[in-house]
T-cell receptor, first 113, second 113 residues
């Protein structure tokens, strides 16, 4: 059973546009929500992360929006660039579980020049 | 500073053969993890370790064994490979303390025929 549900599976955005990827979870014990970026042939790398005590976190062009009551969080990529083309994974973990990450199924983002 | 390294990068096995994947980290991290990545399923945790000499099962442990004899190394073994174990395997490590970021290796692509 997928603990973190992610959509869409793939996304095509024009350069300069906004990319939005959504995730939802059920387990209210999760207390850490990272997003990982993966380029072909590479391992995932942490992009940005949020804790449930804040509703938004911004780092450059990347923003996480977090809705605790709805148990949803999303990644917004502003001014999307061709170099952002990659697969994005949302994830969730809890301190009690050795910080084990439960990943979403991934979104393949393609930014068209 | 190499971070997390994995050996080998590619491997082809016949059904029933055995092999060991090696993960090494040079960041003095306490926690180490093995994941498998399959199309459309994201990354799933196989086994993890919270310190030298300790191991625990993740989401999909069947058919795999692990050992953590040294803090910097985490070995993943397949005793009798099956085609269902064809996947890309990623090792990760984290300090075990905030901010809980996991650092991933470059992956091992395993094909079982």
């Amino acid at each position: 059973q997928q603990q973190v549900k992610q959509s869409p599976q793939s996304l095509i955005v024009q350069k300069g546009g906004i990319s939005i990827i959504n995730c939802a979870y059920e387990n209210t014990a999760f207390d850490y929500f990272p997003w990982y970026q993966q380029f072909p042939g590479k391992g995932p790398a942490l992009l940005i992360a949020i804790r449930p005590d804040v509703s938004e976190k911004k780092e450059g062009r990347f923003t996480i929006s977090f809705n605790k009551s709805a148990k949803q969080f999303s990644l917004h990529i502003m001014d999307s660039q061709p170099g952002d083309s990659a697969t994005y994974f949302c994830a969730a973990s809890m301190k009690a579980g050795a910080n084990n990450l439960f990943f979403g199924t991934g979104t393949r983002l393609t930014v068209i020049p | 500073n190499a971070g997390v390294t994995q050996t080998p990068k590619f491997r082809v096995l016949k059904t029933g053969q055995s092999m060991t994947l090696l993960c090494a980290q040079d960041m003095n991290h306490e926690y180490m993890y093995w994941y498998r990545q399959d199309p459309g399923m994201g990354l799933r945790l196989i086994h993890y370790s919270v310190g030298e000499g300790t191991t625990a099962k993740g989401e999909v442990p069947d058919g795999y064994n692990v050992s953590r004899l040294k803090k910097q190394n985490f070995l993943l073994g397949l005793e009798s490979a099956a085609p269902s174990q064809t996947s890309v395997y990623f090792c990760a490590s984290s300090s075990g303390q905030g901010p809980y970021e996991q650092y991933f290796g470059p992956g091992t692509r395993l094909t079982v025929t």
